[in-house]
T-cell receptor
Framework: TQLLEQSPQFLSIQEGENLTVYCNSSSVFSSLQWYRQEPGEGPVLLVTVVTGGEVKKLKRLTFQFGDARKDSSLHITAAQPGDTGLYLCAGFNAGNNRKLIWGLGTSLAVNP | GAGVSQSPSNKVTEKGKDVELRCDPISGHTALYWYRQSLGQGLEFLIY????????KSGLPSDRFSAERTGGSVSTLTIQRTQQEDSAVYLC??????????????FGPGTRLTVL
């Protein structure tokens, strides 16, 4: 069974700090997605990374896909309280781009 | 346009009862997914529908679970003889899948099911 391991599971930081969330696997993924979920809502797609070594930036968020396409990271610069939420990574395994394999998520709290 | 909607938002039921959960996907989306999200378990794939193709039911945990999609639009997930371990948030997602491309799924707010 393919698994995506996310770390840390919980993170509580002060406004203005930087943070990195990791998503790791022993399996290769054809692409990987990052989602953000707020309480009472469904996950919302932030980014899709496809190419090994790819880096994508979304304002203060930087996403990187590992060269071997087995891992990914999400870096947030100068975190704000509005960044609070559950961050989930999910990957499509090679040959099946319909079923997402999900990590358990990182719960981020940014305190004012 | 409107996003994915789900109803009810909350459902409390007694063990042994049947429940029906409804999902209205984004208009024009050809694919529809059901997931279950439990505390500490992450999102668990249940079933997906793509156009007129036979649904992929490989994620359904038992034969108490079934789903249908009528007219290529609205979907209903039915859980018969509910058990306490069925308590979870049930999420629906839809997408307009392009063959060879990466799927972008849009999620509804979920139905929180509590089985007493």
């Amino acid at each position: 069974t393919q698994l995506l391991e996310q770390s840390p599971q919980f993170l509580s930081i002060q406004e203005g700090e930087n943070l990195t969330v990791y998503c790791n696997s022993s399996s290769v993924f054809s692409s990987l997605q990052w989602y953000r979920q707020e309480p009472g809502e469904g996950p919302v797609l932030l980014v899709t990374v496809v190419t090994g070594g790819e880096v994508k930036k979304l304002k203060r968020l930087t996403f990187q896909f590992g060269d071997a396409r087995k891992d990914s990271s999400l870096h947030i610069t100068a975190a704000q309280p509005g960044d609070t939420g559950l961050y989930l990574c999910a990957g499509f395994n090679a040959g099946n781009n319909r079923k997402l394999i999900w990590g358990l998520g990182t719960s981020l709290a940014v305190n004012p | 346009g409107a996003g994915v909607s789900q109803s009810p938002s909350n459902k409390v039921t007694e063990k042994g009862k049947d429940v029906e959960l409804r999902c209205d996907p984004i208009s024009g989306h050809t694919a529809l997914y059901w997931y279950r999200q439990s505390l500490g378990q992450g999102l668990e794939f249940l079933i997906y529908f793509q156009g007129n193709s036979a649904p992929d039911k490989s994620g359904l945990p038992s034969d108490r679970f079934s789903a249908e999609r009528t007219g290529g639009s609205v979907s209903t997930l039915t859980i018969q003889r509910t058990q306490q371990e069925d308590s979870a948030v049930y999420l629906c997602a839809s997408s307009f899948w392009l063959r060879g491309g990466t799927d972008t799924q849009y999620f509804g707010p979920g139905t929180r099911l509590t089985v007493l």
